[in-house]
């Protein structure tokens, strides 16, 4: 079982459902020295109305610096953050690594997730997502940053992240559109 605190101390055995947890993938980037900023984006990026964002730029124009400057002086307690590597195109990684960033901000959302796995060896991607749903259900205040999210390849992991964010419980304050 994973335990992750704000000042991204690992405690228990670093593991979730036998998936190695990279800490370095759960901090926020710091600004470079010689970053401009540019506070016209995150002017943007902070007035969007919705707690889902795509930033969508070619590689190299700072889009993960424009995030970080417009999550500004939000407590490192409000921000769950994941930087996606190819590794996480595997279900159980990249869930695993979505609850332990989600566990640092709030904690006991990784022992929720085990407990209500805890009779199957390995769960299985759709069970996994729906528990994850369940932890969140009181959750809120929390800005979920998937960082280089374009290295997910898996088709599986690509529905069950669009199934998660469809079901987000009404605490997280995401209504996802309705096609009319």
């Not at 159980?92 to 979505?98: I, M, Q, R, V, Y």
């Not at 304050?173 to 096609?179: I, L, Q, V, Y």
Request: aromatic share 6%; charged share 20%; hydrophobic share 45%.
């Amino acid at each position: 079982m994973v335990r992750t605190t704000v000042s991204g101390e690992t405690k228990g055995d670093g593991m979730f459902f036998g998936v190695p947890i990279v800490p370095s993938k759960l901090e926020r980037p710091r600004c470079p020295s010689t970053f401009t900023p540019r506070p016209r984006v995150a002017g943007v990026l902070r007035g969007v109305p919705r707690p889902v964002s795509v930033v969508v730029a070619p590689a190299g124009y700072g889009k993960t610096m424009a995030v970080v400057e417009a999550l500004g002086a939000r407590s490192a307690d409000t921000v769950a953050w994941l930087s996606i590597d190819a590794y996480d195109s595997r279900e159980l990684s990249f869930w695993a690594h979505l609850v332990a960033a989600l566990d640092r901000v709030r904690p006991g959302i990784s022992e929720a997730v085990v407990e209500a796995n805890s009779r199957v060896p390995v769960p299985e991607g759709d069970r996994l997502v729906s528990t994850v749903l369940a932890a969140l259900a009181d959750v809120v205040d929390v800005v979920l940053v998937l960082d280089d999210i374009h290295r997910l390849h898996d088709p599986a992991v690509w529905q069950q992240l669009e199934y998660f964010l469809d079901r987000l419980p009404p605490a997280c304050g995401w209504s996802p559109p309705r096609a009319r």
